[in-house]
Structures are given as structure tokens and as C-alpha cells.
């Protein structure tokens, strides 16, 4: 470990926690502009799948189609 990254810590996330998840670019929705947030949520985490890997949910409880890194995710604080 480098002297640069000693005090980095990882962080946990745990089923239940409110996330927002990183907007991805393909979307056509999005209007164009660089103030727009490139953060969308929050979701809930209904599974946690492995190391680092989670399966969301809406707030009305409704699954999305797909798995998420905790690279893409960060966590909401109400």
C-alpha cells in the first residue's frame, strides 16, 4: 500500500441504505447542459449480491432491471 492511499477507507453499504446512482450517458431524456446532475435517486439496496455488488430498488418498491457496482452508487443522506 502507497503512502497516498493509507488513509482511504472503503465504504460500506447495506441492505436498506438510500443511494443515489451515477446517471449514465446513453440516456435520451436528459437535456443538454453541464449543470445537469449526474446523480439520479434515491434507491433503496433490496440485495446485496457479493463484494460490491448491489440490486436496487425505487422508493415504491419496484426492482430495476439490473445490477450495480458500488463504484456507480454513492451514498444519500436525507
Not at 15 to 42: C, F, I, Q, Y
Not at 47 to 52: E, K, R, S, T, Y
Request: net charge positive.
Amino acid at each position: 500500500m502507497t503512502n497516498y492511499n493509507k488513509h482511504i477507507r472503503r465504504r460500506s453499504l447495506e441492505e436498506g441504505d438510500l443511494v443515489l446512482k451515477l446517471r449514465t450517458t446513453a440516456r435520451r431524456d436528459m437535456p443538454p447542459g453541464k449543470l445537469n446532475s449526474n446523480w439520479e435517486g434515491p434507491f433503496i439496496i433490496c440485495n446485496a449480491l457479493g463484494p460490491n455488488t448491489y440490486k436496487l430498488a425505487r422508493q415504491d418498491g419496484t426492482l430495476l432491471p439490473r445490477t450495480w457496482n458500488d463504484n456507480d452508487l454513492r451514498k444519500f443522506y436525507s
